[in-house]
């Protein structure tokens, strides 16, 4: 069983950048495909990017251009990097492992999850 703690959240102004990083225990990242969600107030939890065991990326429209998530398997820890922040990028910042990988953008398609780590972008 795997399990994930984010860190580097916090407070940045609009227009900034900010990486967070998810460091999984347990088990090697190598055998998950890794994914990056979000949930704001109020909203539901939405995905946002994620990276198969071969390192092929997928990413939402809404932050397309704009985060970018990597793995660094030696670590055994997936970032996010995000860039061009805006205020409707602020939540709590979910880090995913899914073993099968077969529905990367949708929350039933992981096994493990963090505990999140709060992201507020103020403008």
């Known amino acids: 069983q795997a399990q994930l703690v984010e860190s580097g959240g916090g407070l940045v102004q609009a227009g900034g950048s900010l990486r967070v990083s998810c460091a999984v225990s347990?088990?090697?990242?190598?055998?998950?495909?890794m994914g990056w969600f979000r949930q704001a107030p109020g909203k539901e939890r939405e995905f946002v990017a994620a990276?198969?065991?071969?390192?092929?990326?997928f990413a939402a429209d809404s932050v397309k251009g704009r985060f970018t998530i990597s793995r660094d398997n030696a670590k055994n820890t997936v970032y996010l990097q995000m860039s061009s922040l805006k205020p409707e990028d602020t939540a709590v910042y979910y880090c995913?492992?899914?073993?099968?990988?077969?529905?990367?953008?949708?929350?039933?398609?992981?096994?493990?999850w963090g505990q999140g780590t709060q992201v507020t972008v103020s403008s």
């Open positions: 995913a492992a899914s073993r099968t990988g077969s529905r990367y953008d949708q929350i039933g398609g992981y096994d493990y």
């Open positions: 347990g088990r090697t990242i190598s055998s998950y495909v």
């Open positions: 990276s198969t065991r071969s390192g092929y990326t």
